[in-house]
Structures are given as structure tokens and as C-alpha cells.
């Protein structure tokens, strides 16, 4: 059974910096794609970024172009999201995802297998 836990999240002040991690655990994710979600309080999910299995290709909601950076360490079994320059309005729970398609696309739905239970991120103002 695939687990993947997320951390990294917390309080910080509009501008400032926070790196996520999402460690994998049960089997290696080394050829899925992953991602990562977000839902704000009285919003829907939505999806914020992601990456091939490869790490040679990503995607990026566009409201946080620029600002957030995916990778992955295939040999950690983690995937991780740098957020610089955070904002406000990037307040929300964030959620790490693994598609259990083997090489699948990255996709920009929830259409994923597996999912963290999520690190909450608060930016003030």
C-alpha cells in the first residue's frame, strides 16, 4: 500500500519562502507521475503543480508560475515544492499526489490513486 506524507508547510509572512516534501512509502513511485493540490476553506481542490516521472517535464497552475518550483529525487522516493514569493491567496491545504498509472502523463485533474493527507500552508498579510 502506497503512503505518501507531506510536510514542510507552516505560518509564514506574505513574500517569504516555504519548501514542501512528499515522502513515499510501500513502493517506489520512481515511474509515476506526481503532483501537487491545494484547497482552500469554501474552495474546491485544485490542482497547483506537477511532474513526469522522469522529472524532465512539469506543469504549473498558472497563478503561481514564476514563483513555485517541482522536483523530484527518484532515489528518495520524495517529491518536493519550492514556493517563493508566497502570497496570500496561497493559503490552503496542500496535498501531494501519485498517479498509478505506470509512465503515465502528468494530469492537471484529481484523477490520481494516491493522496497525502496534506501540510497546511498560511501566508499572512
Known amino acids: 500500500q502506497v503512503q505518501l506524507v507531506e510536510s514542510g508547510g507552516g505560518l509564514v509572512q506574505a513574500g517569504g519562502s516555504l519548501r514542501l516534501s512528499c515522502a513515499a512509502s510501500?513502493?517506489?513511485?520512481?515511474?509515476?507521475?506526481m503532483a501537487w493540490f491545494r484547497q482552500a476553506p469554501g474552495k474546491e481542490r485544485e490542482f497547483v503543480s506537477g511532474?513526469?516521472?522522469?522529472?524532465?517535464?512539469?506543469y504549473y497552475k498558472d497563478s503561481v508560475k514564476g514563483r513555485f518550483t517541482i522536483s523530484r529525487d527518484n532515489a528518495k522516493n520524495t517529491v518536493y515544492l519550492q514556493m517563493n514569493s508566497l502570497k496570500p491567496e496561497d493559503t490552503a491545504l496542500y496535498y501531494c499526489?501519485?498517479?498509478?498509472?505506470?509512465?503515465?502523463?502528468?494530469?492537471?485533474?484529481?484523477?490520481?490513486?494516491?493522496w497525502g493527507r496534506g501540510t497546511q500552508v498560511t501566508v499572512s498579510s
Open positions: 510501500g513502493r517506489t513511485l520512481s515511474n509515476n507521475a
Open positions: 511532474i513526469s516521472y522522469s522529472g524532465r517535464t512539469t
Open positions: 499526489a501519485a498517479d498509478g498509472r505506470w509512465r503515465g502523463g502528468v494530469r492537471t485533474t484529481d484523477e490520481y490513486t494516491y
